[in-house]
Every structure is written in structure tokens, then in C-alpha cells.
């Protein structure tokens, strides 16, 4: 009688499920929120800039939270040093300028539902 080997998956070294879900994660939720603004933005008038704010406050909160609960400083070691906040900096104004083009794209799509 032969016996069957047993098949054990092998333990991956990286987050990969856990970074697509978090990817894909994201996409969904950012879906939501253009089709969300669309909505706020034709029929309530709600302004574009306001949209911007709003998200960034409930991300800031959010991420905010999270840094509390698992014990990271909120201004670590690695920000005290001035080139990599100078980057910090760049980068961030970088992601605001390109995430205010696309709550203004999101303004300019014609939509049919609303």
C-alpha cells in the first residue's frame, strides 16, 4: 500500500495576499468615493475643495488612530532628520496637487444618473 505524501502549502516570506487586498481594498473604496463626490458634487453643489478636505481629515484621523494603537511615534526618528523631510514634504505636496486633479476630473465627467 502506498502512502500519500502530505501537501503542505509553503508559507510565503511576504504580505502579498494581504498587499492585493489592501490594493484592492482601496480601489473599491476609492471608486466609492468619486462616485460620491460626483453626486455631492452636481446635485447637492458641494465644492470640490471641501471634498478634498474632508477625505484628507477622516485619513488623517484613520491613520492617526492606527499609529496610536500599535505604539508608533506620530514625528519618528526618521523625520527628524532634514533630507528625508524634505522628501516627506515634496512628496506630499506632490499627492495633494495630483489628488486634487482628480477630485476636479471627477467634476468634469458627465455622468447620466445624475
Known amino acids: 500500500m502506498i502512502e ?20 484592492n481594498g482601496y480601489a473599491i473604496s476609492n471608486f466609492v468615493y468619486m462616485v460620491l463626490s460626483k453626486i455631492l458634487m452636481e446635485r447637492h ?3 470640490a475643495v471641501d ?5 484628507s ?14 505604539g508608533i511615534e506620530f514625528i519618528g526618528e526618521e523625520l527628524r532628520d532634514k533630507q528625508t523631510f524634505r522628501t516627506l ?26
Do not use: D, Q, W, Y
Not at 481629515?57 to 500599535?70: A, E, G, N, P, R
Not at 489628488?99 to 476636479?104: E, I, N
Open 4 to 23: 500519500k505524501e502530505e501537501v503542505v502549502a509553503p508559507k510565503l516570506k511576504t504580505n502579498t495576499t494581504k498587499a492585493v487586498l489592501a490594493m
Open 57 to 70: 481629515m477622516v485619513s488623517f484621523v484613520h491613520s492617526f488612530t492606527h499609529m496610536k494603537l500599535v
Open 45 to 47: 453643489s458641494v465644492n
Open 89 to 114: 514634504f515634496a512628496r506630499s505636496i506632490a499627492g495633494t496637487i495630483g489628488f486634487a486633479g482628480l477630485v476636479f476630473a471627477i467634476a468634469r465627467i458627465p455622468m447620466g444618473f445624475v
Open 51 to 55: 471634498l478634498m478636505l474632508v477625505r
